[in-house]
């Protein structure tokens, strides 16, 4: 059976639906706009999911986990040190060549030891959790699927907002090789393996601007609400099952599964820790439903998503979306059979921005992507993989 089958009046539901993701969303965003790793605004919202779904859920679990809280807090510690080790690294290339004793280069451990001081401050941790939320099947359960969506508010990245993906892949880049050859030079300094030279002072300074960039890009003061990035996803989840429930319908082969995870990767990480082995299962995560123009898809379920597509009505293109995402992320390394949805706008340029907030919502995104997540589930349940 097709989603849009499953009841006379399935527009009309659909849309109830979507209201229901959209004051879910606005609610979360009106009681904890900032929802950041480990905090208690995270949890707040957590609880949230957690009490909405109470009246549509078959069960309900809290899954703890211990998760690292001040990640940004460590790159633009690193970051400062970084900019002062080739500081440091310049005043003594220069300062030691016009020494009489050409062989100072033990003042290079300085650097180096600002460097390392710099790059291993001690980490936070902090507990989050997922919600896991689940719909049984009215038969035999012979699948699941399993919706995924982050409920965590991410840090602003300031180069994707005055540029693109592309910048900000650029910026790392450069900071990256900056470091990298930085420690080389200091290396060869410190061990006396070559010697003092200004113009391997000049070389290290060139990198300069990668620190500087690096301390801007991690702006930890400035928390983006997250309302297409990363809600959007989490309630469109919540919302497969609050349908089938709140109509009193049920697959009937498939356990429906619907994840809030808290932490971004390492909520996702922690669920998928030991995949699902007893039946077929397969995860669809959904991010940023902010424009139905096209939805990009990527992963293992090619066909299967090109086919729901095709019975909701909606346009997608393969791997379009050029933001990553961290569910996708811990999908790949557990190899399971997956799809992320996304209806990102790269024009819009709200991806992680302090403009991501509630006058950015698109209902009409969202009841399209909630429409291609229900055909994709109910096309499981009826053929598998």
Same mark, same amino acid.
């Given at each position: 059976?097709?989603?849009?089958?499953?009841?006379?009046?399935?527009?009309?539901?659909?849309?109830?639906?979507?209201?229901?993701? +959209?004051?879910?969303?606005?609610?979360?965003?009106?009681?904890?706009?900032?929802?950041?790793?480990?905090?208690?605004?995270?949890?707040?919202?957590?609880?949230?999911?957690?009490?909405?779904?109470?009246?549509?859920?078959?069960?309900?679990?809290?899954?703890?986990?211990?998760?690292?809280?001040?990640?940004?807090?460590?790159?633009?510690?690193?970051?400062?040190?970084?900019?002062?080790?080739?500081?440091?690294?310049?005043?003594?290339?220069?300062?030691?060549?016009?020494?009489?004793? %050409?062989?100072?280069?033990?003042?290079?451990?300085?650097?180096?030891?600002?460097?390392?001081?710099?790059?291993?401050?001690?980490? %936070?941790?902090?507990?989050?959790?997922?919600?896991?939320?689940?719909?049984?099947?009215?038969?035999?359960?012979?699948?699941?699927?399993?919706?995924?969506?982050?409920?965590?508010?991410?840090?602003?990245?300031?180069?994707?907002?005055?540029? $693109?993906?592309?910048?900000? %892949?650029?910026?790392?880049?450069?900071?990256?090789?900056?470091?990298?050859?930085?420690?080389?030079?200091?290396?060869?300094?410190?061990?006396?393996?070559?010697?003092?030279?200004?113009?391997?002072?000049?070389?290290?300074?060139?990198?300069?601007?990668?620190?500087? =960039?690096?301390?801007?890009?991690?702006?930890?003061?400035?928390?983006?609400?997250?309302?297409?990035?990363?809600?959007? =996803?989490?309630?469109?989840?919540?919302?497969?099952?609050?349908?089938?429930?709140?109509?009193?319908?049920?697959?009937?082969?498939?356990?429906?599964? /619907?994840?809030?995870?808290?932490?971004?990767?390492?909520?996702?990480?922690?669920?998928?820790?030991?995949?699902?082995?007893?039946?077929?299962?397969?995860?669809?995560?959904?991010?940023?439903?902010? $424009?139905?123009?096209?939805?990009?898809?990527?992963?293992?379920?090619?066909?299967?998503?090109?086919?729901?597509?095709?019975?909701?009505?909606?346009?997608?293109?393969?791997?379009?979306?050029?933001?990553? $995402?961290?569910?996708?992320?811990?999908?790949? %390394?557990?190899?399971? $059979?997956?799809?992320?949805?996304?209806?990102?706008?790269?024009?819009? =340029?709200?991806?992680?921005?302090?403009?991501?907030?509630?006058?950015?919502?698109?209902?009409?995104?969202?009841?399209?992507?909630?429409?291609?997540?229900?055909?994709? /589930?109910?096309?499981?349940?009826?053929?598998? +993989?």
């Amino acid at each position: 059976m097709k989603a849009s089958e499953s009841l006379p009046n399935y527009d009309s539901k659909v849309r109830e639906s979507t209201n229901f993701i +959209i004051k879910s969303i606005k609610q979360v965003c009106k009681d904890t706009p900032s929802r950041r790793t480990g905090s208690e605004g995270e949890k707040k919202a957590q609880q949230y999911v957690a009490d909405t779904m109470e009246n549509f859920a078959d069960s309900i679990q809290t899954q703890e986990f211990k998760t690292v809280i001040n990640t940004e807090e460590r790159v633009r510690y690193f970051s400062v040190f970084y900019i002062v080790s080739i500081l440091l690294a310049f005043a003594l290339g220069f300062v030691c060549h016009f020494l009489p004793d %050409k062989n100072l280069n033990y003042l290079f451990f300085v650097p180096i030891a600002v460097m390392l001081i710099g790059r291993f401050p001690l980490p %936070k941790k902090s507990a989050s959790e997922n919600i896991i939320v689940k719909k049984s099947p009215s038969g035999e359960m012979k699948r699941r699927i399993v919706f995924l969506g982050n409920i965590n508010s991410p840090v602003e990245r300031f180069f994707y907002r005055i540029g $693109s993906v592309k910048l900000e %892949k650029i910026v790392l880049a450069y900071a990256l090789i900056g470091a990298a050859v930085c420690y080389f030079l200091n290396f060869f300094y410190a061990f006396k393996v070559s010697e003092l030279n200004p113009i391997f002072a000049v070389v290290e300074a060139i990198f300069l601007p990668a620190g500087v =960039g690096m301390f801007v890009f991690y702006n930890t003061k400035k928390v983006s609400m997250g309302v297409n990035g990363n809600l959007t =996803g989490t309630f469109d989840s919540m919302a497969v099952i609050q349908y089938l429930s709140y109509n009193n319908l049920s697959l009937e082969n498939t356990e429906v599964v /619907a994840v809030s995870c808290g932490a971004g990767i390492r909520g996702a990480t922690e669920f998928i820790k030991e995949p699902f082995g007893d039946v077929e299962t397969v995860y669809i995560s959904v991010d940023n439903l902010h $424009s139905d123009e096209c939805f990009s898809f990527s992963g293992n379920m090619d066909e299967q998503i090109k086919q729901a597509s095709v019975l909701a009505r909606v346009k997608t293109a393969k791997g379009t979306d050029e933001v990553g $995402s961290s569910l996708e992320n811990a999908l790949l %390394k557990k190899k399971v $059979s997956y799809s992320r949805i996304s209806g990102y706008d790269e024009k819009s =340029g709200i991806y992680s921005t302090e403009g991501d907030d509630l006058e950015m919502l698109s209902p009409m995104a969202i009841e399209s992507g909630l429409k291609l997540s229900l055909e994709t /589930a109910y096309l499981f349940d009826e053929k598998g +993989i």
